[in-house]
Nanobody, 126 residues
Framework: EVRLVESGGGLVQPGGSLRLSCAAS????????MGWVRQAPGKELEWVSI????????YVADSVKGRFTISRDNANNMLYLQLNSLKREDTAMYYC???????????????????RGQGTQVTISS
């Protein structure tokens, strides 16, 4: 059974930073691309970033490019998202997620994840 557990969310001021973490279990983590999706109130689910199974390639949404960085630690089955220069519009529930494809495929950003965790709330407010 796939299990994804996020942590690291919180309330920060505009311009601040956060680091989200995801502990994965129940599958061979190093064989799969992984990603982060977010959903703001009243808005659709949005893929923020996807990373290849080995960590050497990434997709980053235009809305966060240059501010968010995805990374992974396959030895410890961990996925991370570094959020810098946060804006009010980044306020959302953030979910660790498995894309449809095991390999990095940017087209997967148009489809819902095959699985995701319970989420961690990120709120940007002064």
């Amino acid at each position: 059974e796939v299990r994804l557990v996020e942590s690291g969310g919180g309330l920060v001021q505009p311009g601040g930073s956060l680091r989200l973490s995801c502990a994965a279990s129940g599958f061979t983590f190093s064989n799969y691309a992984m990603g982060w999706v977010r959903q703001a109130p009243g808005k659709e689910l949005e893929w923020v970033s996807i990373i290849s199974s080995g960590g050497g390639a990434t997709y980053v949404a235009d809305s966060v490019k240059g501010r968010f960085t995805i990374s992974r630690d396959n030895a410890n089955n961990m996925l991370y998202l570094q959020l810098n220069s946060l804006k009010r519009e980044d306020t959302a529930m953030y979910y660790c997620a498995n894309p449809r494809s095991a390999y990095l495929n940017e087209a997967d950003r148009h489809f819902p994840p095959s699985s995701r965790g319970q989420g961690t709330q990120v709120t940007i407010s002064s």
